[in-house]
């Protein structure tokens, strides 16, 4: 079996039986005016790849894409006693299992904000999700040309990252998809790439970043006023729940960026591989800096209990309690679409 097909074992198709009721709303003359404002936004921010993008720039696999520093096996034992050419393919392994996992994470963002259309009950969701579906495939469309026109191959989805895309899939309530989709899943990814657009060396990756990050910034607004409020008048068990569920997704979130498909391609010792990049100090402050943007929208959403913020102090990221808003977030992304 070749490399390239060892990078791409396993079934092409993944079938999940799932439980989802379809919502007719009739009711068109009510409007929720902050969704409906929020719609008209997605409406005239949308962007077409072929315009806006210059698939045309040369990619030079050969050059550092990122500082050096940011290695997650940087300093390491191992990392000094690689060759040049050993350093350049772990370089570019790293790189696209990276951008590999974020592919796979939105096409789960598309089959979701899917599911969100059937599931949610008012017009304005509806209508707001219907413009995430487009987003969503959008992205699904640049990551897979980048990887596959640029880069040459993908990874397959990391284990941690399907657990993941499948208990928000398979759940039927349309609130735990927002939980699990708008605010962890989108709010996680909104945090990386920013580091990766204000990292990376590499333009055509930043532009993407760019136009990709101000539709992120959306869908974590939306999530956030479509479930504000909805926890005040929920039991403290359903409450609890929900509390469990946003730590579990942030444990399989964190652990997700450990590397392990990249270091057993390259015949690298695994475990301590693994080892290394979990305690790795530019990691650490990495897989930090994910929750950013998530914990300011947990705390918005009601979610942010004092049993829920000593498990956010063990995972390191309550100090995000008071970072930027989603709503300032979003605002600050439309300003900078508009000032390119």
């Known amino acids: 079996m070749t490399v390239h097909e060892q990078q791409h074992a396993g079934p092409d198709i993944d079938v999940l039986e799932t439980i989802l009721d379809t919502t007719f709303t009739w009711g068109y003359q009510d409007t929720?005016?902050?969704?409906?404002?929020?719609?008209?936004?997605?409406?005239?921010?949308?962007?077409l790849p072929e315009e806006v993008l210059d698939f045309d720039t040369n990619v030079d696999l050969d050059k550092p894409m990122t500082p050096e520093q940011m290695h997650p096996l940087f300093g390491?034992?191992?990392?000094?006693k690689l060759t040049d050419k050993e350093h350049k393919a772990v370089n570019v392994d790293t790189y696209a299992w990276t951008l590999s996992q974020f592919l796979h994470g939105e096409q789960g963002a598309l089959l979701a904000a899917s599911q969100v259309v059937c599931s949610v009950e008012d017009l304005d969701s509806k209508l707001y999700a219907a413009t995430q579906v487009v987003d969503e495939a959008r992205h699904v469309d640049v990551y897979n040309r980048y990887l596959h026109e640029k880069v040459g191959f993908s990874f397959p989805i990391n284990p941690h990252l399907k657990t993941l895309l499948d208990m928000i899939l398979m759940d039927s309530r349309?609130?735990?998809k927002f939980l699990g989709m708008q605010?962890?899943?989108?709010g996680l990814a909104l945090a990386a790439f920013a580091m990766i657009r204000l990292n990376s060396y590499e333009p055509l990756i930043k532009e993407i970043t760019r136009y990709v990050m101000a539709d992120e910034a959306r869908h974590v607004a939306y999530g956030v006023?479509?479930?504000?409020?909805?926890?005040?008048?929920?039991?403290?068990?359903?409450v609890?729940?929900?509390?469990?569920f946003v730590f579990e997704a942030a444990r399989l979130m964190r652990d997700r960026f450990l590397f392990q498909e990249v270091w057993e391609k390259n015949g690298l010792p695994v475990e301590e591989c693994m080892d290394i990049a979990l305690n790795n100090q530019s990691q650490v402050m990495f897989r930090q800096f994910l929750f950013s943007k998530i914990v300011p929208a947990i705390k918005r959403i009601g979610l942010l209990s004092d049993?829920?913020?000593?498990?956010?102090?063990?995972?390191?990221?309550?100090?995000?309690?008071?970072?930027?808003?989603?709503?300032?977030?979003?605002?600050?992304?439309?300003?900078?679409?508009?000032?390119?």
Do not use: C
């Not at 605010?183 to 989108?186: A, G, K, T």
């Not at 006023?225 to 359903?238: I, K, P």
């Open 32 to 47: 929720r005016k902050r969704l409906r404002d929020l719609y008209t936004k997605a409406k005239k921010n949308q962007w």
């Open 76 to 80: 390491s034992d191992i990392y000094n």
């Open 174 to 176: 349309w609130d735990m």
């Open 183 to 186: 605010i962890m899943v989108e």
């Open 225 to 238: 006023l479509s479930l504000s409020d909805y926890y005040d008048d929920m039991n403290e068990a359903g």
């Open 240 to 244: 609890r729940e929900r509390e469990d």
């Open 307 to 340: 049993r829920q913020r000593e498990r956010f102090e063990e995972l390191g990221i309550l100090k995000f309690e008071h970072a930027t808003d989603p709503f300032e977030e979003l605002e600050r992304a439309e300003q900078d679409i508009q000032a390119a």
